[in-house]
């Protein structure tokens, strides 16, 4: 639905800047900015999604966003809105991500060539409605996914504060793309965790893949919510040919190692054919192989290998002596060895500000449906 904005200046002729991504869209009036989500109303920024969800959210399992160190085996009650700050050739979540929403928000529509027809209702939930189906479900966090929910700024700042008051944790799965004024108010409303996809280190591949400037804002935007105290986990897709380069996955890992911590995970996902790529191979597992090794070789401490099966790639090991803490096959615990005061049970090693929340070792709160 129809909101004001927040975090836009007026600029002359009544055109507006909006601060809410590192886009930093300039908007003239009747317009939208690049996301197509936020549109100039005579000289006012409004987003049109406020409110506007693809569904009243499904259940998922937390390690899907994918988090593995935060809250293992909780369920994830997951949204969504539409539109994207990026135009990723290889989105997988395109239907959503590069739709755009009608003045009222009710509605989504397609402009891309040969879907001009295509349209899907959105449902409109308050705040206090979403909540009261995320407390009904019983799970124990709410993550904006499947499209960027940086974008979806205002339904945020304002649904947190009540799920804080149901001590439901507030997971985002974003691309990054904020600006110091809105991670700040993110950070103040208290989002307790975020999966942050670093798509690759190279402005070059940010600009060609994704249509965007730099990965410069992803990375800050990372830093900033980690030294803030919100609990960080990194993804990074891994396609052939674009950023599967050993020099490339190295300086990533580094790059993590000493701007957020060896203790950050880092999640390679496997790619597959989607969008705008539908010819590009798949990530083959040898690739995958060298990630996972290059990243224990850096000094990383939770690397994982998603999308693909991978013996140790969906592992928690201890840092410290290596014992098998948390095993994992799909989505699913084949094994928990670790101490009620998360220490491992071999050596002793502390696992408290590495593996975050409690740990579901109940399999039937798992896929509660509602
Ligand atoms: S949220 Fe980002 S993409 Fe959307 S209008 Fe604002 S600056 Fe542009
Ligand atoms: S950032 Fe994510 S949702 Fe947005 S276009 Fe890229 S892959 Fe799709």
Known sequence: MKHLARLWDKIDDNKVKCHVCANECLITPGNVGICRTRKNFDGKLFTL????????????????????NFWPGATAYSIASIGCSFRCANCQNWSISQ????????????????????????????????????????????????????IWHEWIL???????????????????????????????????AANIDV???????????????????????????????IHVEITNLI????????????????????NLGKDTPVHFSAYHPDFKMPSRKRTSYRTLDMAYNIAREAGLYFPYIGNIHHE?????????????????EGYSFTKIDITEDKKCPNCGYSLENAIIGEINKNRKDRFAFF
């Open 312 to 328: 140790k790639g969906s592992n928690t090991y201890c840092p410290q002596c290596n014992h098998l803490l948390i095993g994992r």
């Open 239 to 258: 396609i052939p040919d674009l950023n599967d380069k050993k020099e490339e996955i190295k300086q990533l890992c580094d790059w993590v190692v000493n």
């Open 158 to 192: 304002d649904v947190t504060p009540l799920l804080k008051r149901e001590n439901i944790k507030s997971i985002l799965v974003t691309n990054g793309y904020s600006t110091p004024e809105a991670s700040k108010e993110l950070i103040e409303v208290g989002i307790d």
């Open 49 to 68: 999604i406020y409110g506007s969800l693809i569904s009243s959210g499904s259940i998922d399992p937390i390690e899907k966003k994918p988090l593995y």
């Open 199 to 229: 798509k690759s280190m190279s402005d070059t591949f940010y600009k060609k893949i994704c249509g965007v400037k730099s990965v410069k804002p992803v990375l800050e935007t990372a830093k900033r919510f980690k030294e803030y105290g």
């Open 99 to 150: 739709a755009s929403p009608s003045d009222n928000g009710k509605n989504g529509f397609y402009t891309l060539e040969g879907l001009e027809n295509r349209r899907m209702s959105l449902i409109e939930l308050s705040p206090e409605e979403l909540v009261k189906r995320v407390v009904k479900s019983k799970a124990k966090t709410l993550a904006y996914t499947y499209n960027e929910p940086l």
